[in-house]
């Protein structure tokens, strides 16, 4: 959810002391709030009541992506699946 959230326009909270994916974090579309209950309240209340900054974090570019690699996957596999077809139309035209 963390690599999907950002392309939808959601900026993200991370829950934790760490990541494994600091991309993210150094993009702007998240913010390591670690597992502080204090913590986590303070920064959700600061993101949803700031609407400039969340509109700001809704317009960075997502690091993992655009959201729309499998559109790009199944174009080029069909694009791939008509070449072969039309190599194998051409072959049987010609026995």
Known sequence: MRE???SLGN???????KTERPE???AGT???VGTDARKIV????????????????Q????????GHASERIAAHIGSAYRQRAARVSTVLDSC
């Open 30 to 32: 998240a913010t390591l």
């Open 42 to 57: 303070t920064a959700a209340n600061d993101l949803l009541d700031d609407s400039d900054e969340y509109a700001r974090r």
């Open 59 to 66: 317009k960075i570019h997502n690091p993992d992506g655009d």
């Open 11 to 17: 900026p993200i909270l991370v829950l934790r002391d």
């Open 4 to 6: 999907e959230a950002p």
């Open 24 to 26: 993210a974090v150094e």
